[in-house]
């Protein structure tokens, strides 16, 4: 049987804002979703011209990645650490996914999935439901924003994290603070309220501020960046909404 091949367009070592500990992160090509404020641009589209995207994506073998982290198997142990499969999005790949679970499972290294949870729960759960944590990504809490910014419906969303919290897995919660698109009263109020009923089976909540770090990689696609004229956060915004949710959630955190 021929190895299962994925495409991969980085990898990041000693990361320690994807999960527990000293990690690396595996960035997966592909995603349904076209946030305007995404941080890794070039994970996007799979293919482009009938070629990876970006150009330094590389086709790789479950084993071959593997065998990168395994090179930091020290500094997990000694951290808490493992690996995170994050992106673009980690189920735009399942049959890959699949394989790098199960190898990760039988090298007993610790896995976290970095997704947005929208895929078919048929094809989805599966793999959630194997990871040792998720950290589950909420841009909108009402379908026709999430359809209006990001080009998708929620359809698949909340039915998967739902299922997950069902489940009783180990989920993190992260909500991306974008100026303009996700910071409404509206999206915050609902936030607030989702946090408050799932306050007892997530355990944590991340806030993700806004900030124009990736403008670089904009350039360097030459694809147009809609965030280019968006400044940072304030400091103060940010700080009111980790208080308003810390009075339903005892760990809140802002950042990875």
Same mark, same amino acid.
């Given at each position: 049987?021929p190895s299962?091949?994925g495409?991969?367009?980085d ?7 994807d999960?527990p500990?000293?990690r690396?992160?595996?960035f ?9 404020w995404?941080h890794?641009p070039?994970s996007?589209p799979l293919i482009?011209?009938?070629r990876p995207?970006?150009p330094?994506?590389?086709q790789?073998?479950? %084993?071959? =990645?593997?065998s990168r982290v #395994? !090179?930091d198997?020290v500094f997990?142990?000694?951290?808490? @650490?493992?690996?995170?499969f994050?992106?673009?999005?980690p ?7 699949? %394989?790098? =679970?199960a190898?990760?499972r #039988? !090298?007993s ?6 997704t947005? @949870? ?10 959630l439901?194997r ?8 841009k909108f ?7 209006r910014?990001?080009g998708?419906?929620?359809?698949y969303?909340?039915?998967n994290l ?8 180990r989920?993190?919660l992260?909500?991306p ?10 999206n915050?109020s609902?936030l ?17 501020p806004?900030?124009?770090a990736?403008?670089?990689k904009y350039?360097?696609?030459q694809i147009?960046?809609p965030?280019?004229e968006?400044p940072?956060?304030p ?8 208080n308003?949710?810390?009075?339903v959630h005892?760990?809140?955190r802002?950042?990875?």
């Amino acid at each position: 049987m021929p190895s299962i091949t994925g495409w991969i367009f980085d990898t990041k070592r000693f990361a320690v804002h994807d999960g527990p500990g000293i990690r690396t992160t595996a960035f997966f090509q592909g995603c349904p979703l076209h946030c305007p404020w995404c941080h890794n641009p070039e994970s996007v589209p799979l293919i482009r011209r009938g070629r990876p995207v970006p150009p330094g994506a590389r086709q790789l073998t479950a %084993a071959e =990645l593997i065998s990168r982290v #395994e !090179r930091d198997r020290v500094f997990f142990e000694e951290s808490g @650490g493992g690996v995170t499969f994050s992106g673009g999005d980690p189920l735009s790949q399942p049959r890959f996914l699949d %394989a790098l =679970l199960a190898d990760c499972r #039988e !090298r007993s290294l610790h896995t976290a999935l970095d997704t947005c @949870g929208h895929a078919p729960p048929q094809k989805a759960l599966p793999l959630l439901l194997r990871a040792d944590l998720v950290l589950f990504d909420i841009k909108f809490f009402f379908s026709r924003d999430l359809l209006r910014h990001c080009g998708a419906t929620d359809r698949y969303i909340f039915t998967n994290l739902e299922q997950l919290m069902a489940g009783r897995s180990r989920l993190w919660l992260r909500f991306p603070l974008i100026p303009g698109y996700t910071d409404t009263p509206d999206n915050l109020s609902a936030l607030r309220d989702r946090v408050r009923a799932w306050a007892d089976r997530i355990e944590r909540v991340s806030i993700l501020p806004f900030h124009p770090a990736a403008a670089h990689k904009y350039r360097r696609l030459q694809i147009r960046n809609p965030m280019r004229e968006v400044p940072s956060l304030p400091e103060a915004s940010v700080l009111a909404l980790a208080n308003r949710l810390k009075e339903v959630h005892p760990q809140v955190r802002i950042g990875g």
